[in-house]
């Protein structure tokens, strides 16, 4: 069999060597399974300063082989091999970057790109099995492209923004979750729940392009620290309470009532009707209508409840503003006079936040844009399991909902 012969040049093009950089040889190492490339650059040729970029003579090579992973050769991981040139600069001895790798990272920049795609679509864990390096490594991939993105993201056209938390490490941390509601993207992951995060993006936001006073509208949920800082920080931000939260409000008290009703013992069976009463209308078969009818009968409070949790659906179909706060204060008469203590609590504080929660009916279209992110935090979260720390945890967020333009090649372009 003959072979080919052009695979100097092969290996020269999948890791983007130009002049005076060049392919010295390949070697597939039988025993074990391993292709290696070597390469060395022309003693004579002139080389960018690491520091200043001025163009500098070789000084020398540094002492010992520096060895980067690259993408697998027919399934063999494949690893390339250089002593890098020195050049001497007025400020100092440098080593020269070379061009296939990102200063002190031992693995080539494709091979970056291709576990960057691979943890785009898939949990780190199994896209670490596929890369086969550590964690760590991994996580170091990850946690550099991300930040350099998030670092030179541009937020100027940012106008509408949605505050939300969430829960980290089983509820026993919390994050803020930033999203830009008309680009249905993350923008910003504090830690914490408080003022002081929305105040930390307000000023990320004036640093990347953004201002605070061109944000218009500010979805939170009813909480008193993401409402002060809207004041504090977006004096031109009309506030508006998620259709989310006041929907879970709805449900949480709805539950309540039912638990009460059934009593302890009942209320805890598998068949008890908590979940079947919290799908949504329209999403219910024809058996579970009838299930909700049947259950409705047996305990008359929770299927009142549920009636009112409907009002709320009934609300947010609304496609004007005037025929939405009818409902509204129909729902709250109906909520402060049902005699279902948890009922009557959310109906105040419902009242007292009113209008906010009717200013969804000004943005219609955000907010329809702004739904989907939710659920997308939930995806992100998913993925982001196994996560010890803030930063990756973050960071997986930012890669999954985050839309980014990650600078790293692509290496199927
Ligand atoms: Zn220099």
Redesign the pocket.
């Known amino acids: 069999m003959t072979g080919f012969t052009n695979y100097e040049e092969m290996f020269s093009q999948s890791i983007g060597l130009k002049e005076p950089w060049k392919v010295d040889k390949a070697e597939f190492d039988e025993k074990r399974k391993e292709v290696h490339i070597y390469v060395r650059c022309r003693k004579t040729a002139k080389y960018p300063?690491p520091?200043?970029g001025?163009m500098c003579s070789r000084y020398d090579d540094e002492e010992k082989e520096r060895v980067w992973r690259h993408g697998d050769v027919v399934f063999f991981p494949c690893y390339v091999h250089c002593r890098r040139p020195r050049i001497k600069?007025?400020?100092g001895i440098h080593v020269v970057t070379a061009p296939w790798a990102r200063p002190n990272s031992r693995y080539t920049l494709l091979f970056e790109s291709y576990a960057m795609l691979l943890m785009k679509s898939m949990p780190v864990e199994n896209a670490r099995k596929i890369m086969r390096i550590s964690h760590t490594s991994m996580t170091g991939i990850l946690k550099y492209w991300v930040k350099k993105a998030v670092k030179e993201d541009d937020l100027s056209k940012v106008r509408a923004i949605c505050v939300d938390e969430t829960s980290f490490k089983k509820g026993h941390s919390y994050v803020t979750v930033i999203s830009d509601a008309l680009a249905r993207r993350v923008i910003d992951v504090e830690k914490g729940r408080d003022t002081d995060t929305v105040i930390s993006f307000s000023n990320k936001l004036e640093k990347k392009g953004g201002c605070c006073n061109k944000i218009t509208q500010y979805i939170s949920d009813m909480s008193g620290a993401y409402m002060s800082a809207r004041d504090e920080c977006f004096p031109n931000a009309k506030q508006i309470i998620d259709k989310f939260h006041i929907k879970q409000m709805m449900l949480k008290a709805m539950d309540e009532v039912r638990r009460e009703e059934q009593g302890k013992k009942q209320s805890r069976k598998r068949n008890a009707g908590k979940k079947l009463l919290m799908i949504p209308e329209a999403k219910q078969t024809e058996e579970q209508k009838t299930a909700i009818v049947t259950l409705s009968k047996k305990y008359p409070k929770t299927g009142r409840a549920y009636r009112m949790v409907q009002q709320i659906d009934d609300m947010y179909k609304c496609s004007d503003m005037s025929e939405a706060e009818n409902i509204f204060d129909k729902l709250i008469r109906w909520l402060r006079r049902s005699r279902l203590e948890p009922m009557k609590k959310v109906a105040s504080s419902l009242k007292s936040k009113k209008q906010e929660i009717l200013n969804y009916f000004y943005y219609r279209m955000t907010n329809a844009l702004a739904e989907g992110i939710n659920s997308m935090i939930q995806s992100a979260k998913r993925r982001a399991r196994g996560f010890r720390t803030f930063e990756g945890y973050a960071c997986m967020i930012y890669l999954v909902v985050g839309k980014l333009n990650l600078s790293c090649p692509n290496p199927f372009s």
């Open positions: 300063c520091k200043c001025k600069c007025s400020d």
